[in-house]
C-alpha cells in the first residue's frame, strides 16, 4: 500500500483563503500493487499528472496550504465520488444509472489508464476497494475540508485552486485554426462552483503570464470542483488543468528542458492567485 494518503504543507502563517491542492500527482506505486497488474511501471503512470505537485509546492511561500496527494490516481481517484464503484471492476459493486466515468472504467477505483488500457487482468474484491477508500479517499477529502473550512473561518471565504495536467492532445478537439491553441483550461462547471470575479481574476492570473486560457471545454470539473464549489455559502472550488507538454516529456514522463522555466513562471502565477484570497489592504511584505 502508499506509505501515506496525503502531504499537507503549511504556510508560515497563513495570511489568504485560497488553498491549492493536486489529488492526482501522487506516485509511490508499491510492489504489492505493481505485480498486480496488466502494466508495467512505466505505462501505470500515464495517468497520473506527473510533476504537479512540484509546479505548485511555492503556494505555501504565498500564505496558502497546499495539499498534495500520495497515492497514485491508477490506486485510487480522489477526484471521483466515493459512490462511484465500478461493477466491471469490484466484485459486489451495484450498478446505479449511467454515469460515463464509471461506463468508461474511470471510476474511485479506476479499472484503466490512459488510452483505455486495463490495470488488472481480472476483478478486485469489494473489501480491497473499501480498504483503498478509507484509507486514502478519505484522509485526503478529510483533510481538504478541513482546510477550507479553516479558510472560510479565517477570512469568511474559501477558495480552492484544484490542480491538473492533461495531455497535450486533449486539446486537438478544441484547437482552432488561426487561433493560439489553449495552454490552461479552467473549469467552474460553467458558473456553478465558483464566483465569475474570481473566475476573472485566476485566468488573468495565467494570461498576464503569457499563457493562452480557456474555460470549461473540455475540462469543466469534476468530483472535487462539483463537491466544494458552493459560491452563494462563499465557498468556490476551480479546476486547472495544464498542458503536459509545457513542461514535461509525456512519453518519457520526464521533465523537459523548460521545467525550470515554466515552474518559475507559475511561481508569478501562484503568488497572483494567492492574492485573491488575501484581505483588502495586507500586501505580501506585510506578511
Not at 472560510?152 to 492532445?169: N, V
Not at 473549469?187 to 495565467?206: H, K, L, Q, S, T
Not at 499563457?211 to 472550488?237: E, S
Request: with cysteine; hydrophobic share 40%; aromatic share 8%.
Amino acid at each position: 500500500m502508499p506509505k501515506v494518503a496525503y502531504q499537507l504543507i503549511h504556510p508560515e502563517r497563513r495570511t489568504t483563503s485560497v488553498v491549492f491542492a493536486s489529488p492526482h500527482s501522487g506516485r509511490d506505486y508499491p510492489w504489492s500493487f505493481i505485480r498486480r497488474t496488466n502494466l508495467n511501471e512505466h505505462t501505470v503512470r500515464s495517468s497520473e499528472d506527473a510533476f504537479v505537485d512540484q509546479l505548485f509546492d511555492c503556494a505555501p511561500k504565498f500564505g496558502a496550504p497546499f495539499l498534495k496527494a500520495g497515492a497514485p490516481r491508477a490506486f485510487v481517484d480522489l477526484n471521483r465520488s466515493a459512490e462511484e464503484l465500478d461493477p466491471a471492476l469490484i466484485h459486489g459493486a451495484q450498478r446505479s444509472g449511467h454515469n460515463p466515468r464509471v461506463a468508461s472504467g474511470l471510476g474511485v477505483v479506476p479499472r484503466v489508464v490512459a488510452n483505455g488500457k486495463a490495470i488488472y487482468s481480472g476483478k478486485i474484491t469489494m473489501a480491497e476497494a473499501e480498504r483503498r477508500i478509507t484509507g486514502y479517499w478519505q484522509p485526503y477529502h478529510e483533510t481538504l475540508q478541513a482546510q477550507l473550512d479553516q479558510a472560510h473561518l479565517m477570512f469568511g471565504q474559501a477558495i480552492l485552486i484544484d490542480c491538473h495536467s492533461m495531455p497535450h492532445e486533449a486539446m486537438d478537439s478544441v484547437a482552432r485554426a488561426g487561433v493560439r491553441r489553449p495552454e490552461v483550461v479552467l473549469g467552474d462547471r460553467f458558473g456553478v462552483a465558483a464566483d465569475e470575479a474570481i473566475m476573472d481574476r485566476v485566468e488573468a492570473a495565467f494570461c498576464d503570464a503569457g499563457l493562452a486560457v480557456t474555460r470549461n471545454t473540455p475540462f469543466a470539473g469534476a468530483y472535487i470542483t462539483q463537491h466544494y464549489g458552493r459560491p452563494m455559502r462563499g465557498r468556490h472550488a476551480i479546476q486547472v488543468e495544464i498542458d503536459r507538454a509545457l513542461y514535461m516529456n509525456e512519453q518519457q514522463i520526464r521533465p523537459n528542458s523548460n521545467f525550470q522555466a515554466f515552474r518559475d513562471l507559475l511561481k508569478g502565477v501562484v503568488a497572483e492567485i494567492a492574492s485573491i484570497g488575501r484581505p483588502v489592504g495586507q500586501s505580501l511584505a506585510a506578511e
